[in-house]
Each structure stands twice: as structure tokens, then as C-alpha cells.
């Protein structure tokens, strides 16, 4: 027996069912870029409206702290979403409330509703207790297929288990069943490698994760913040000068565990945030004022490729450059496939995740070649840690 209730264990013919799923997915100008997030949640969706639920859809995007941006609608993931299930999916502009009643109420059984935003609530991040009794009010039970947002305490993530008879999805189960398997016991060394933007909800995450590896890649925007805390100026890059202590806490513990930290030497940097922007490489500590830091240099990635030689194991989660714009997709495109010819040659587990993580291993054609793509990056990191997930624990039976 499970930990927790799956779907197989619901009745659902009829029944509204509350589905938070992770549709957070990168996005431009209003396209969606990369799917996976989107096709991974398919069979849970296409299982339950097969079985006459009525599929109600909550999720969020971007963090819009509680305003309705625009930018941060769901509405532009309808059609991509329509697209990979193959049935329509009708749109709610909001997440309670008359609207969303209104959607629900003609919802007929095996028919699919996605809800606007559950960002631009305030008491979602705050897992307010009014918001889980206006979404609970919604629907007959709860299915948790959001695996990538099970890190976050909120309200649809993990309030609402409890106020209705929770269920964990296809995915949820299935990322559970693929790390467990991937990385319950890896075999060592190994390697992390942590970069991306999203540097203060991740930089504490490091501080557990020196104590479990042997060699820690950083790149991508939570490098610079390392680099400013030894003393490096980093011009204009994308940089939170606020966790220096952090930082440097951080590295002083890895140097009390034998965790191996490898920062970036040299740069690529630029003066603007644009596709084919003068750019130039340069050391790390020759760093223009009025330019920013937008990939690892040639002479990094190289040492990244000789670090990943030396692992058994390589987890990753966070792209080393601003991949989406070109030539700062060059460091990542590299590693993933020096990575990924390891994996080929059996030398190499490897296991990568988070949103952009997995679009920039699609970008280098090397998604499939990896061991296992989670849809989920910081979640991933905090399940890599030995921490409990919010959404994860509110399931268990
Ligand atoms: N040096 C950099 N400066 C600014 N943005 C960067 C830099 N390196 C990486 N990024 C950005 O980080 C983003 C991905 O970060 P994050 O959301 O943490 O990853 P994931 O979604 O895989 O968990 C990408 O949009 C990428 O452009
Ligand atoms: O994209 C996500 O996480 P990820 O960037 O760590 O992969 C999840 O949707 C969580 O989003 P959040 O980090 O804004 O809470």
C-alpha cells in the first residue's frame, strides 16, 4: 500500500474534482515554449474525465504576489493544453467566486475547466484558511498532481488536502516512483549543478545540499550572487548582493564537509538582455560596470564538463546561462550534452529538472538521453535533501 490515496482509490463518475496541477511553464510573448509540464499531467487529467469527473484545473503562474497581472494569465496554456489532451478545455477568469461556480456549473462529466491563476489570490502563497474554504467549496475531492509546486505550503498546493479527500495524480506518483529509483541510494560521487534566477528561494536549499554532494556546479544568476560575496564585482548582472552572508556561509560549510564548489572563472557578458547582443568573454574578475553576466564562459564550462567526468551521479536543476537567448545558451547546450554523451557511455546517471531546466535540455536535443527529466526543480532539490514536501505530506493517509 501507498503512502498516500491515489485516484485509483476515488470514485469519481460525476463528482467535481479539484486537480492542482503545475502549469508553470516558459512562456514568450504569450506562447508557450516548452510543454513538458503540460503533457506530463495528460493521464491524470485523461483518466479521470474518462472515468465522468467533472476536471477542474488549478493551478499558477509566474508570481504575481497577489495582483492580476496580465502577463501572468493562464489563459495562453488553454490551447497548448487542449492541443496534448486532445479535448477542449474551457477557461475561468478566476479561481473562486461567481465565475468559477458559474464554469463549474456547466461543466458536464468528463469535461476538463482550467481556473485562472490561483496567484492572483493573496492567500494563496499564504495558505489562507478562506481561500481553502472558497476553493473547497468548489469541488467534491482533490487530486495533487503538482509534484514541482509541492515544496510551497499554499493553498491549493496544501491546504486543500485537508479540507476535502485528497488523491495524488499520475505524475505525483510517478516522480515520486522515478526519483526514488534514480537517486535513493546514488552511487558517488556526485555532482550537483544549481544555477537559473530563482536565487533566493534556492540559495538556502545549498546549504543542505554541500553536505550530500561531492562537487557543486554553480552557475546561471546564483552564481553572481556568490562571485559579489567573495568580493567579485559583477556589474549589472542579475545578483542579490542582500544574501552575501549566505553565501559565504554556505561555501565555508562545504569546505567542512569536502563539498568541492566550482564557480564560474570567466563570463560572457553583455549590455543588453537580447537575442544577438554584443557580447563579449571576459575573467570573471574583469567584469564591465555597465554589463551584465548572461552565461559561464568557455574556460567554466570546460571545467564543469572535466567535474561531471569525475561523478557517478549528476543531478541538476537551473540552466548555466540565460539559455532562451542566443549565443547564452552556449554553456548550458554544452554541459548537457557532455553530460548527456556520459549518460550514453554508462558512465553517467543523470537526472535534471525544473521548468527551464527541461526546456534548455530540449534546446540541446538531449532530454531523452538524460536518465530522468523531473518536471520539478526546487522541489526536486528539497526531495534530493531528505525534506519533507508540504504537498507531498499532506497527502499521506
Ligand atoms: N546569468 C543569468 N542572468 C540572468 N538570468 C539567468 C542567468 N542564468 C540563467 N538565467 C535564467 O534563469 C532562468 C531559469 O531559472 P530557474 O527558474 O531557477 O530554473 P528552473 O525553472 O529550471 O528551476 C532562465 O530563464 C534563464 O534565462
Ligand atoms: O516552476 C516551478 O519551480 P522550478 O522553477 O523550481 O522548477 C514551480 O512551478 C514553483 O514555482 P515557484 O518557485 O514560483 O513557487
Redesign the pocket.
Same mark, same amino acid.
Given at each position: 500500500m501507498s503512502a498516500f490515496k491515489t485516484i485509483d482509490d476515488a470514485d469519481v463518475a460525476a463528482k467535481r474534482v479539484l486537480v492542482r496541477v503545475d502549469l508553470n511553464v516558459?512562456m514568450e510573448n504569450g506562447v508557450v515554449t516548452d510543454a513538458t509540464r503540460i503533457e506530463r499531467i495528460v493521464p491524470t487529467i485523461r483518466d479521470l474525465a474518462d472515468r465522468g469527473a467533472k476536471v477542474i484545473l488549478l493551478a499558477h503562474f509566474g508570481r504575481p504576489k497577489g495582483e492580476r497581472k496580465p502577463e501572468d494569465s493562464l489563459k495562453p496554456v488553454v490551447a497548448p493544453l487542449a492541443k496534448a489532451l486532445g479535448r477542449p478545455v474551457a477557461f475561468a477568469d478566476d479561481c473562486v467566486g461567481e465565475v468559477a461556480a458559474a464554469a463549474i456549473d456547466v461543466l458536464a462529466p468528463g469535461e476538463v475547466l482550467l481556473l485562472e491563476n490561483t496567484r492572483y489570490h493573496k492567500g494563496e502563497e499564504k495558505n489562507d484558511p478562506a481561500l481553502v474554504a472558497k476553493l473547497a467549496a468548489l469541488g467534491d475531492l482533490y487530486v495533487n498532481d503538482a509534484f514541482s509546486a509541492a515544496h510551497r505550503a499554499h493553498a491549493s498546493t496544501e491546504g486543500l488536502a485537508h479540507a476535502l479527500p485528497a488523491y495524488a495524480g499520475r505524475t505525483m506518483q510517478a516522480e515520486l516512483t522515478a526519483l526514488g529509483a534514480a537517486l535513493g541510494q546514488p552511487k558517488r560521487p556526485v555532482i550537483a549543478i544549481v544555477?537559473? &534566477?530563482?536565487v533566493s528561494t534556492?540559495i538556502d536549499l545549498l546549504e543542505n545540499l554541500v553536505g550530500k554532494v561531492d562537487i557543486l556546479v554553480i552557475?546561471?544568476?546564483m552564481?553572481?550572487t556568490f562571485l559579489a560575496a567573495k568580493g567579485v564585482a559583477v556589474g549589472k548582472?542579475?545578483c542579490e548582493h542582500d544574501l552575501a552572508e549566505t553565501a559565504t556561509r554556505i561555501m565555508a560549510k562545504a569546505a567542512t564537509t569536502g563539498c568541492e564548489i566550482l564557480l564560474p572563472v570567466d563570463a560572457v557578458v553583455a549590455r543588453e +538582455?537580447k537575442a544577438g547582443a554584443a557580447n563579449e568573454t571576459v575573467d570573471v574578475a574583469a567584469v564591465p560596470a555597465d554589463a551584465? /553576466?548572461?552565461?559561464v564562459g568557455p574556460q567554466s564550462v570546460a571545467a564543469v564538463s572535466a567535474a561531471i567526468d569525475r561523478a557517478a551521479t549528476l543531478i541538476w536543476?537551473?540552466?548555466?546561462?540565460? +539559455?532562451? /537567448?542566443q549565443p547564452f545558451d552556449a554553456a548550458t547546450v554544452e554541459a548537457a550534452r557532455h553530460a548527456a554523451a556520459r549518460t550514453t557511455a554508462g558512465a553517467l546517471l543523470s537526472v535534471a529538472?525544473?521548468?527551464?531546466?527541461?526546456? &534548455?535540455l530540449n534546446h540541446a536535443g538531449v532530454a531523452e538521453t538524460f536518465t530522468y527529466v523531473s518536471t520539478a526543480?526546487?522541489a526536486f532539490l528539497e526531495w534530493m535533501e531528505g525534506k519533507e514536501l508540504p504537498g507531498v505530506a499532506a497527502l499521506t493517509r
Open positions: 516558459p544555477g537559473g &534566477a530563482k534556492k552557475g546561471g544568476g552564481a553572481n548582472s542579475l +538582455f551584465m /553576466i548572461l552565461d536543476n537551473g540552466p548555466l546561462g540565460a +539559455f532562451e /537567448i529538472g525544473g521548468g527551464d531546466t527541461v526546456a &534548455a526543480g526546487g
